[in-house]
């Protein structure tokens, strides 16, 4: 009896770690080449491509940026489980051990392939993966003893030799295995990181953006920096790892209803008079006093620009959008004449004086103020493609979401933080506040649903550029209260009340925290 459990659980343990050691040399191969090729990123990619939108919200929600990994170890240990059951199933029938292994195999081989702009090789990775699973699992079921393997290294031409073997050496074989997939994964994880700096020397702007002034952070705790630091600039994309695109290789293709389609590639496009200028971006999943909103400041070409060397063929349409592409096939869609008005849409390629960073879009990127980024600010963009949006549908507009995304005006508070319990008497309250395109004109601060007072204003950058604000509060009573903000924009609107969740145009409501003063 027990020796039968025993035996089942050395079966599981070969099933699991020929896939880990699999899946380890995969991970190398696809870092040696391209990560993207990875089989377990591409599974990975394909669930997520295919997760439905409210399953998807719900994911962000919980997980924030997280989000990915969490899929992705799902998928992982999905994976692991049919690896048991891979070797499970070998312990009676080696031939169905195998198979299972090798549906698993076509699974990820397919998911490498279904990515835009796959090319064969791009199975290198997946196909070395599931000849290194194969052979451990015979290996390790071999040094098992196990006699469905035994019976077939015999009948097969390779003579292993007598059975000299001892449990012994499937213990000491099954650690080998799996230090040798922990080192391969950690050593794929460095090869990845070491290729993702960027060393590339980006001129200075014939327009200069004016330097920022001193923000309110520097004298409000707490408060948001007028500039976010790269570092710490929200990410969100849809990719699972890094792209790591190559600047000498990159071009940038113009086509669609012009006149003049052209490709521009990196070298002349940093020959191109560059602009400067000081821009917030928001993503459309920023829920009310949420993180996904950044200031820096972006150097690159005006896409006013670059389409009017494209000559477009009838501007005045007012159905023409320019369907912006990135490197594998990630789309957005924006109004063209969000591109070749006065507003200063440009491609970017440096982002707070140093090159654009892989994580943001280099080489170039769109950014597009008053837009929210699914809908003007393309990373790690290729391709320009003016048409109508009857033509042609963006990835996020093939899942619901708007294609007329400008940035609701929203006030955020940084401090207090939520339930945070501050000293009674002088209570600093702080943040910031955004309207791209119209200006924030003033932040209104409302404590304990009383009546709404002038925050002091931080330094006004320009209309599409966060502004930071804060109220000092004379605190007399103890306990619990609440503040509310919100923000008087353009022509002295008032941000609006009404609740709307991020699906599909974009979160709007008031900011209400609490916060206990002792
Ligand atoms: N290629 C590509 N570009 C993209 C995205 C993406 O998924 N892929 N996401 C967009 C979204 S939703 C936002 S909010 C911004 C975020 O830019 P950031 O990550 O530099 O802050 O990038 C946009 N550009
Ligand atoms: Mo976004």
Sequence with gaps: MKDALLSRVRAATAGLLSVGAGLAVGQVVAALRDPATSPVLAVGSAVIDRTPTPLKDWAIRQFGTNDKLVLLSSVTVAVLVVAIVSGLAARHRVGVGGAIQVAMLAVAGWAVLDRPFARYPDLIPTVAAGITSLLVLLALLWLDHQPTVRRLVRRGPVALGASGASR??????????????????????????????VDVQIPTAAEPAAPLPRGLDRSVQGVTPLRTPNAKFYRVDTELTVPTLDASRWSLQIDGDVENPYEIDYSELLRQPLVERNITITCVSNEVGGGYAGGATWRGVLTKDLLSRARVVEPD?????????????????????ALTDDRGAMLAIAMNDAPLPRTHGFPARLITPGLYGMLGCTKWVTRLTVTTYADKKAYW?????TTK????????????????????????IGGTAWAQRRGVVRVQVSIDDGRWHDATMGPDVNVDYWRQWFYAWNSTDKGTHNVRARVIYGDHEVQTAKRAGVFPSGSSGIEERSFVVR
């Design 168 to 197: 012994r050496d499937f213990v000491v074989a099954s650690g080998v295995t799996a230090t040798a997939a922990v080192v391969g994964f950690g050593g794929a994880r460095r090869l990845t990181n070491s290729r993702s700096g």
């Design 397 to 401: 507009t093939e899942r619901g979401w």
């Design 405 to 428: 995304g400008e940035i609701k005006p929203t006030a955020r508070i940084d401090v207090p933080r939520s339930f945070a319990s501050v000293q009674s008497g002088r209570v600093l």
């Design 317 to 337: 349409r007012p159905d023409l959008q320019v369907l912006s592409t990135s490197f594998n096939g990630f789309t957005i869609s924006t109004p063209l004449g």
